[in-house]
């Protein structure tokens, strides 16, 4: 089991470029199989996550290869409707598969992707979604048996909650549907616009992705296309944390700006210097920076709830008191015990955390229990004095590339051992 080192309490420098975003990669590489001919995806990153969809693609009988951080892919011979549970439970997010593989082969049987590490991951939406559009669905032994014998048709589906996921299925199961299908209290993350994006380059008809209503009208098929992945705007609020912590000034290279208004708002609050041209960012964080009021996480274009955990390691050391509030997910606050062992001062109660600025953190050991968990924990690493031995990196590579090697790249002592 990889662990990663650092020798904390150091300023970084210099310029980082961030790279493309997980959560657009793994639906767009689903929404291939829809797809006829040879797909091109420029900025993939080389991440856990990316192989396990990939590894779910080379199961149904899809050809895919890399080079570098460009993938092909090439769904003509998929016959397969089946996804092993092996291959479900590598990564939560394998359920985007359901809309795309039922929609292909009016068939799709896979297993619940079940509870996991952010607590229950419910998917009741994405199934009473997919039956309203003429799905017919048994669910036993922990599977999902589904079909559509007469072909999924267009209806109208209002969500009660704007799930990503649901959204992106419900999109994925729609293109190729009978007639029009539209979405209200749709998702308005930027990943949608970004799978909007490609499925309409590949012929699709879908108006108003980002918006709160999404309108698709069915087209018989869709070809493929050449696209390139959004940055990816966690990472990027990540290295904004890292930078924040260690009273650092960075440029981040190749972000979206205006994906990232709730970070770059809080960070202007904690007395952060940003300013954004041309798909670059400045960033200078004060010596001490300045407790928040308040952090709810919410859909977007509120704060995300991935950017909970590095954004609360940057500010155990801040000048007052922020109080946390996750919306989203039940067990978001794993890495809390571990940022104590730091130093750090925080107090949980139920969705509530409340962070009490410390002056220093101090280096030590602490295990990851979850994606963005892990990534809190090297951000508290960077300020700690010492050495800070972070296990569990197996969660960071799913959705961090090289981030040792980033972080070093702007001074940082990192070490992979
Ligand atoms: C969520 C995040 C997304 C992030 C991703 C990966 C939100 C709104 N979504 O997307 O930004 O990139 O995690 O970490 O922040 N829910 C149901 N029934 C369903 C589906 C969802 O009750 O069928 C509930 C979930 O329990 C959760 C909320 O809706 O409380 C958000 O779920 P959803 O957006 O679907 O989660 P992801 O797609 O995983």
Not at 311 to 319: C, I
């Amino acid at each position: 089991m990889s662990r990663l080192l650092i020798e904390g309490a150091k300023k970084l420098s210099g310029e980082v470029e961030v790279q493309g975003a997980k959560n657009s990669a793994l639906p767009i590489l689903a929404a291939t199989i829809l797809c006829r001919g040879e797909n091109i995806l420029h900025n993939c990153s080389n991440l856990s996550d990316v192989d396990a969809a990939v590894k779910i693609l080379r199961y149904l009988g899809g050809k895919v290869s890399r080079h570098d951080k460009t993938m092909l892919v090439n769904t003509d011979d998929i016959r397969r409707f089946d996804i092993p549970h092996g291959l479900m439970r590598e990564m939560r997010s394998s359920i985007v598969f359901l809309g795309a593989v039922l929609s292909r082969n009016k068939r799709a049987k896979l297993s619940f992707p079940g509870g996991c590490e952010l607590g229950p991951r419910p998917i009741d939406l994405h199934l009473k979604a997919l039956r309203q559009m003429g799905a017919i669905i048994k669910e036993y032994h922990g599977i999902l048996d589904c079909s559509a014998p007469k072909g999924l048709k267009g209806t109208k589906i209002a969500l009660s909650f704007p799930s990503v996921g649901a959204t992106e299925n419900i999109m994925l199961a729609a293109v190729n549907a009978s007639g029009t299908t539209t979405i209200t209290n749709a998702a308005r993350e930027p990943e949608i616009c970004d799978l909007a994006d490609f499925l309409n380059k590949c012929g699709a008809k879908i108006y108003g992705a980002g918006e709160g209503t999404i309108v698709i009208d069915g087209v018989d098929k869709l070809d493929s296309a050449q696209h390139t992945i959004i940055s990816d705007r966690i990472v990027t609020s990540t290295l904004m944390s890292c930078a924040a912590i260690t009273g650092s000034e960075i440029i981040i290279r190749g972000i979206v700006a205006e994906h990232l208004n709730s970070i770059i708002s809080t960070f202007e609050e904690a007395g952060c210097k940003i300013l954004c041209s041309k798909g670059s960012m400045y960033f200078q964080a004060p010596e001490k920076l300045r407790a928040v009021k308040s952090i709810r996480t919410m859909p977007y274009p509120g704060f995300p709830t991935d950017a909970q955990a590095p954004v609360m390691s940057a500010l155990t050391v801040a000048d007052g008191t922020t109080c946390f509030v996750e919306n989203i997910f039940e067990s978001r606050y794993k890495h809390v015990g571990e940022l104590a062992r730091l130093g750090a001062n925080i107090k949980v109660e139920g969705k509530v955390a409340i962070v009490e600025g410390v002056d220093t953190l101090s280096g030590a050991f602490v295990e990851a229990q979850d994606l963005r968990g892990a990534a809190a924990l090297v951000t508290a690493g960077l300020a700690a004095e010492g050495t800070t031995e972070v296990a569990g990196i197996k969660y960071l590579e799913r959705g961090y590339e090289n981030f040792e090697v980033v972080l070093s790249g702007l001074g940082a002592t990192v070490k992979k051992i």
